[in-house]
Nanobody, 121 residues
Framework: QVQLVETGGGDVQRGGTLRLSCAAS????????MGWYRQTPGKERELVAT???????NYADFVNGRSTISRDFARNTVYLQMHSLKPEDTAVYFC???????????????WGQGTQVTVSS
């Protein structure tokens, strides 16, 4: 199986910077897209940013140039940096990866446990 371990969550002041990292481990033969999603109570999980294996990025509209996603392909790690944080950025942030595990051909979606990010006003 694949395990995604997220770090970097916590309390951030308004206008501050968020820095998250997520490392995938396990019997991985290939990782496709990796990225970040977030969820608040009563709402569906929504995209923050993703990056494909071709370095193609996809950012949510609310990012508005505030965020940068990057990857360390050798370490199966994805990073998210987001500055000028607002209270509405408060959410549980989830790491996501599409990965192929040993003994299989098709990729499967994997999720981290989520890390709480709270932006104080």
């Amino acid at each position: 199986q694949v395990q995604l371990v997220e770090t970097g969550g916590g309390d951030v002041q308004r206008g501050g910077t968020l820095r998250l990292s997520c490392a995938a481990s396990g019997s991985i033969t290939r990782v496709n897209a990796m990225g970040w999603y977030r969820q608040t109570p009563g709402k569906e999980r929504e995209l923050v940013a993703t990056m494909s294996t071709d370095w193609i990025t996809n950012y949510a509209d609310f990012v508005n140039g505030r965020s940068t996603i990057s990857r360390d392909f050798a370490r199966n790690t994805v990073y998210l940096q987001m500055h000028s944080l607002k209270p509405e950025d408060t959410a549980v942030y989830f790491c996501h990866a599409s990965a192929v595990v040993s003994g299989t051909i098709l990729a499967t979606d994997y999720w981290g446990q989520g890390t709480q990010v709270t932006v104080s006003s």
